[in-house]
T-cell receptor, first 114, second 115 residues
Framework: KAGVTQTPRYLIKTRGQQVTLSCSPI?????VSWYQQTPGQGLQFLFE???????NKGNFPGRFSGRQFSNSRSEMNVSTLELGDSALYLC?????????????FGQGTRLTVV | AQTVTQSQPEMSVQEAETVTLSCTYD???????LFWYKQPPSRQMILVIR??????QNATENRFSVNFQKAAKSFSLKISDSQLGDTAMYFC????????????FGQGTRLTINP
């Protein structure tokens, strides 16, 4: 079984631009969650999608948005980038049920805003 | 809101030694899941061990075991016979059992295993 794939691995963007990150979950998994990892704030939950619906959302401004497609692939979009958005963005894939809680993470997308 | 605290930012031990990483959490929930994740320099988070709060028995996975003290809201990870490959950041995480995948992470402990 292929693991969780995040693309691209690295991105450099300019302040004010927007960016889209992609996450392909493990086959059969319907849940995709996104996390932001920074040295100062640690790992913070952004949002979770399950069967194309946002099921949970963290405390991030509206510039951070996401969506999930019918094949469970998910995209995360950040508009009007700020320097503070520089971070490692991780996505996690899981079955998304109470019976199986294990989350499998991708290798992340390192976003640098200059 | 749930919070997870890891009070040891860094730890260092010699290969083959036993090391214990600490984690405390705060919640009003009676049932929940606790996890330890490992993040090596490759950045990929890997699940080390999982504990369900309603299970009194401490979880074990080979050289990894936990000491789960529900009343004290403590969840420590013990690594026995430590190996060089155990060098990584270790994160303690909490999740409510709602099916929704929302992990609340601690700040992490950087563990170095020295040869």
């Amino acid at each position: 079984k292929a693991g969780v794939t995040q693309t691209p691995r690295y991105l450099i963007k300019t302040r004010g631009q927007q960016v889209t990150l992609s996450c392909s979950p493990i086959s059969g998994h319907r849940s995709v969650s996104w996390y932001q990892q920074t040295p100062g704030q640690g790992l913070q939950f952004l949002f979770e999608y399950f069967s194309e619906t946002q099921r949970n959302k963290g405390n991030f401004p509206g510039r951070f948005s996401g969506r999930q497609f019918s094949n469970s692939r998910s995209e995360m979009n950040v508009s009007t980038l700020e320097l503070g958005d520089s971070a490692l963005y991780l996505c996690a894939s899981s079955e998304g049920t109470q019976r199986n809680t294990e989350a499998f993470f991708g290798q992340g997308t390192r976003l640098t805003v200059v | 809101a749930q919070t997870v605290t890891q009070s040891q930012p860094e730890m260092s031990v010699q290969e083959a030694e036993t090391v214990t990483l600490s984690c405390t959490y705060d919640t009003s929930e009676s049932n929940y899941y606790l996890f330890w994740y490992k993040q090596p320099p490759s950045r990929q988070m890997i699940l080390v061990i999982r504990q369900e709060a309603y299970k009194q028995q401490n979880a074990t996975e080979n050289r990894f075991s936990v000491n789960f003290q529900k009343a004290a809201k403590s969840f420590s990870l013990k690594i026995s016979d430590s190996q060089l490959g155990d060098t990584a950041m270790y994160f303690c995480a909490f999740m409510k059992p709602q099916g929704a995948q929302k992990l609340v992470f601690g700040q992490g402990t950087r563990l170095t295993i020295n040869p």
